[in-house]
């Protein structure tokens, strides 16, 4: 079942399955990674009778090698190559942090690029999860080389991006102008970070576990739909918003209350886990970039704290 779901969930199709690869080489062959990028003198075209290209000062074009266009940065912008950007993956890997990879890709023409490894740390749990890393660069100078934890829930393959507390930075980054050993020594320290969180959201899920809605509590689970997605009201609120809500309320309901969640039914986890999949499955929007840009994270978060004061 592992492998399977590994495979399937809401990244793939976007992700390649790259569970196969041996080196982190093998991964960026396997997802079509292995290309290099570029800068190019930038132009912009005046008409008037006759077209004529005008050079732009101090901004420059970064392409890949077949010269597609990623972005457009200035002269102090250095890229960096898939292979360097990753590099820190294999001394991971070889000192027993990372037991392999699982996903890798992009985002668009390569303006963002992902690979999603698995910590060798198995997490103890009945309801089964796995941890993961996910690694980011990107090459259209909007950002560095990013690590966020995320768990997968392996008997629906949801996504739990690392739910920080509201306020806090949703990534943690690494400038590309840092050496390799500078690189390596902080991707470390971040992996170690990831890894102290994903122990609390162990201990935080073997309560949820642990927090039983079928005795006593029986309005629980429309209660804590109608507090994460409640119904609007005022003057202002249209016909069309109040179906919205509670076509999202009823999406909530079918999901807390599906199969995925058999294993769990009658525990506050599976409010959660509700949560989490409609996040992944059903909201509005391209799930896969929701997941891997971090848009998706504060409706997990709102759904994570939410059941775990319900739990109290």
Partial sequence: ???????????????????????????????????????????????????????????????RGDITPLGVVGQRYTPIQNHDAFAPLAYLEAEGFISGYEQAGMLGDGQRVFVIATLAEEMRLVDKHHARILFSTTHDGSGAFSVHAMIQRLHCANQIPRLREQGKSLGISIRHTQSAEQRISQVKHRVMEEMRWIEEYEAGYQRLLDTPIDRGHSHMAAGFVNMLAPIPSGPRVTDRMIRAAERKQQDLHARIHSKANENIQGTMAALFQGAVEYSDYDARGNNAERILLGRDIEFKRQAWDLALTLSA
């Fill in 1 to 63: 079942m592992n492998a399977y779901f590994a495979r399937n969930n809401a990244l793939t199709g976007t992700l390649t399955d790259v569970s196969d690869a041996r080196t982190i080489n093998d991964v960026l062959d396997l997802a079509g990674l292995d290309w290099q990028v570029d800068l190019r003198d930038l132009y912009f075209r005046v008409s008037g009778g006759i077209t004529v290209g005008v050079e732009v000062p101090n901004q420059y074009a970064v392409v």
